[in-house]
């Protein structure tokens, strides 16, 4: 029987982080992935390592919304890919709430373009 050389789908420290500030902005790094409110971390918590890294990996899936909805009108497809994609900003927005870093496949890795 072969196994399989993937990891399972699980939230696993990619960046290793301050403990105290995981601990002390877990909240506000949550904040990343609901919507426009993604923009009060990216600006209001600019010593924490933990909230930037998770708000410029929000600012990532909010612009994929907003240019998702040029494609979830279509049935099926664009149905499918917003399902995608509101399901990895739910898991993402758990994992910041847990203390934890998940990135998101094919977009989370664009986060390091952002130099804010």
Request: aromatic share 12%; charged share 10%.
């Given at each position: 029987m072969e196994t399989s050389?993937?990891?399972?789908?699980?939230?696993?420290?990619?960046?290793?982080?301050?403990?105290?500030?995981?601990?002390?902005?877990?909240?506000?790094?949550?904040?990343?992935y609901l919507w426009i409110l993604v923009f009060i971390p990216l600006f209001l918590k600019k010593d924490s390592k933990y909230a930037q890294e998770h708000a410029k990996q929000g600012?990532?899936?909010?612009?994929?919304?907003?240019?998702?909805?040029?494609v979830f009108w279509i049935p099926v497809i664009g149905w499918l890919l917003?399902?995608?994609?509101?399901?990895?900003?739910?898991?993402?927005?758990?994992?910041?709430?847990?203390?934890?870093?998940?990135e998101v496949p094919?977009?989370?890795a664009l986060r390091n373009k952002f130099n804010l």
């Open positions: 050389s993937h990891p399972p789908l699980e939230a696993h420290p990619v960046l290793q982080f301050d403990p105290k500030d995981v601990a002390d902005n877990k909240a506000v790094a949550a904040l990343s600012l990532i899936m909010f612009i994929a919304f907003i240019v998702g909805w040029l917003w399902l995608v994609l509101a399901i990895a900003d739910l898991y993402a927005l758990v994992c910041a709430i847990q203390g934890k870093f998940w094919l977009l989370g």
